[in-house]
């Protein structure tokens, strides 16, 4: 009597008994499968090599992904390092705060392509009262700043931060950073696109909670 075997019965003794092809070798060349990459029918080594050749494939584009990647963050790296010995040769003196305030913001611009940026602080020591980067701050842009928890990534809702900014008319897509000393809250730094999508919810906050972290290290000399 014939016994019909069913694939999952077949597919479980192969698996098994791996050594089933070398001591029957003859059978590679005689069982045959349809290509899914040419259509053509080929023999079970010549299937075996495509199965590989994809994943080969599949691996070189995983490392070139990762070396594009790499890459990235290597030069993000490259510009914070810019922009951090901006701040450092421009902080050498209290008195020059309006030169740090300044070399902050435009190195925002100049190393990481922010269309444009800003900030204003409040509670700062006397002498910095009346500088302009104080100037003009509500209560309630305050109060908005200190309840942050994270940087605001997103569409432009009308903030009053956002008019701080040169060309506020035009921004569709900001991001507003607290900027904060032993968990006080005393600043808030806006930056502003004209591009809806590059300040997106959906973006990595990590690197600008970095960003927000250096600004504040750097700025909290000049509170009260």
Not at 42 to 48: A, K, P, Y
Not at 79 to 96: C, I, T, V
Request: with cysteine.
């Amino acid at each position: 009597m014939t016994v019909t075997l069913d694939s999952a019965t077949v597919a479980q003794f192969l698996a098994d008994n791996p050594q089933f092809f070398q001591e029957h070798a003859g059978l590679l060349g005689e069982v045959k499968l349809s290509s899914p990459l040419t259509g053509k029918t080929v023999s079970l080594q010549e299937r075996q090599m495509e199965v590989m050749r994809a994943k080969y494939n599949a691996l070189e584009l995983r490392l070139a992904d990762l070396m594009r990647v790499a890459a990235q963050n290597t030069a993000l790296l490259q510009r914070f390092h810019a922009w951090h010995l901006a701040l450092l040769r421009s902080s050498g003196s209290a008195a020059m705060a309006a030169d740090l305030v300044d070399a902050l913001v435009a190195g925002l611009v100049e190393h990481f392509g922010v269309p444009q940026a800003a900030l204003r602080l409040w509670n700062l020591a006397p002498e910095h009262a009346d500088a302009p980067f104080a100037a003009g701050v509500s209560e309630d842009a305050r109060l908005f700043a200190s309840s942050l928890r994270a940087p605001y990534c997103g569409p432009n809702k009308d903030f009053e931060a956002v008019r701080w900014l040169n060309d506020a008319d035009s921004v569709r897509s900001t991001v507003l950073l607290p900027l904060i000393s032993d968990g006080k809250t005393f600043g808030l730094l806006v930056l502003g696109s004209p591009d809806n999508d590059r300040f997106s919810p959906a973006m990595a906050t990590d690197f600008l909670v970095q960003l927000g972290q250096s600004a504040s290290a750097a700025l909290a000399h000049l509170r009260a």
